[in-house]
């Protein structure tokens, strides 16, 4: 593991805490997460269908993109000591090929009793369009 992992304790963590990271959606990600996952959809491997149709270039799995959540949870937000609850998803606009992202968590809500964390996640492009966003449920152990 080259990243350090961040540890937020709950009572530390204030309402509008935020923190974010960007990527950049290459073809080896996109290749590998169709291997891990088994999404071969050729709007997203094949070039020739893709220009077929209205996107007229391949497409980002939406899934590849919302597994960067993941990563803003258990990384950084509240890093070490999370564990995910749940995750609501939108997928509001495609994601391209060389695309950079930017992927962001806030904090909404904090419950010292159930120790859950809510979080707003977003991920924009470059252009600052949202392309995924939904909330997080997170139990901050």
Known sequence: MTEMCEEHKLEEIQIGQKKFFSVKITE??????????????PLHMDEQYAKSTNFQRRVCHGMLLASFFSKMIGMYLPGKNALYFSQTLNFRLPCFIQDNVTVEGEVLEKSLASRMLTLKTVINNEDGK????????????
């Open 28 to 41: 080896s990600l996109v290749n590998e997460f169709a291997k891990i996952s088994g999404d071969f959809n």
């Open 130 to 141: 949202c392309l995924v966003d939904g909330i997080a449920k997170v139990l901050v152990r």
